[in-house]
C-alpha cells in the first residue's frame, strides 16, 4: 500500500513565523501535490512537481513556496504565517501520467495561525 | 472558468440507497473521479471514470456521462460508516484536478 506521511497532524503558529510542512511518500511516485482544505471549498492546489528540483504553480501560490531535493520528500514552506493561512494542508503523490492518476493523500496537517 | 458542482449536504437512511449527483465545467476532460473523506482524515480513492457509463464496484457504483457533465455516485445497503464527504474531481486538459467542495452525506438508523 502507498503511504503518504506528513510531519504534523496540528500545528499552532503565529503571525509571522516561517512554517515548514514535510511530506514523505514511499512508493517513488514523480507526482506530489500541496493542497489546501477550506470549508465549503474545494481543495485548492497550492503548488505541484512532478520530479526532483521541479516545481509548478498551482491556483493559489501566494505566500507559499516549495521544495523537492528528494524524489520522497515535497516540503511546503510559508515564508511568513498569515492568520488566512489557517487551515488544512494535505499532500498528495500520485505515479506517472501512463497509468489512472489517482493521488494518494496523506492525513492532512491541521495548521492554525493566531 | 471551470466549475465542479455537487449538492452540499444529503441524508439518508441505514439500509438505502443514495445517489449524489456532480456536474461539471472544464477546459478538456481526462476522467473523473470519486473520493470519499471521513471528518478529519485523508481523501481516499474510490473510482474513475473516462468513457461514458457505469463503473460498478462492490456496493458503489459511478456512472459518467461527457455530454451532459454529469456524473453520480450510486451507495447501495447503506451502512453507517458510510457517513462521510464524497468528493468529486475531475482532470482537465492540462492533467490537473478541479474539485468540487464535497457532499457530506449523513446516515441515520
Known amino acids: 500500500d502507498v503511504k503518504v506521511t506528513q510531519s504534523s497532524r496540528y500545528l499552532v503558529k503565529r503571525t509571522g513565523e516561517k512554517v515548514f510542512l514535510e511530506c514523505v511518500q514511499d512508493?517513488?511516485?514523480?507526482?506530489m501535490f500541496w493542497y489546501r482544505q477550506d470549508p465549503g471549498l474545494g481543495l485548492r492546489l497550492i503548488y505541484f512537481?512532478?520530479?526532483?528540483?521541479?516545481?509548478e504553480k498551482g491556483d493559489i501560490p501566494e505566500g507559499y513556496s516549495v521544495s523537492r531535493e528528494k524524489k520522497e520528500r515535497f516540503s511546503l514552506i510559508l515564508e511568513s504565517a498569515s492568520t488566512n493561512q489557517t487551515s488544512m494542508y494535505l499532500c498528495?503523490?500520485?505515479?506517472?501520467?501512463?497509468?489512472?492518476?489517482?493521488?494518494?493523500f496523506g492525513p492532512g496537517t491541521r495548521l492554525t495561525v493566531t | 472558468g471551470q466549475n465542479i458542482d455537487q449538492p452540499t449536504e444529503m441524508t439518508a437512511t441505514e439500509g438505502a440507497i443514495v445517489q449524489i449527483n456532480c456536474t461539471y465545467q472544464?477546459?478538456?476532460?481526462?476522467?473523473l473521479f470519486w473520493y470519499q473523506q471521513h471528518a478529519g482524515e485523508a481523501p481516499t480513492f474510490l473510482s474513475y471514470n473516462v468513457l461514458d457509463g457505469l463503473e460498478e464496484k462492490g456496493r458503489f457504483s459511478s456512472f459518467l456521462s461527457r455530454s451532459k457533465g454529469y456524473s453520480y455516485l450510486l451507495l447501495k445497503e447503506l451502512q453507517m460508516k458510510d457517513s462521510a464527504s464524497y468528493l468529486c474531481a475531475v482532470m482537465d486538459s492540462n492533467y490537473q484536478l478541479i474539485w468540487g467542495a464535497g457532499t457530506k452525506l449523513i446516515i441515520k438508523p
Open positions: 512508493m517513488d511516485h514523480e507526482n
Open positions: 498528495a503523490s500520485s505515479p506517472p501520467e501512463d497509468r489512472v492518476r489517482e493521488q494518494y
Open positions: 472544464t477546459s478538456g476532460f481526462n476522467g
Open positions: 512537481s512532478y520530479d526532483v528540483k521541479m516545481k
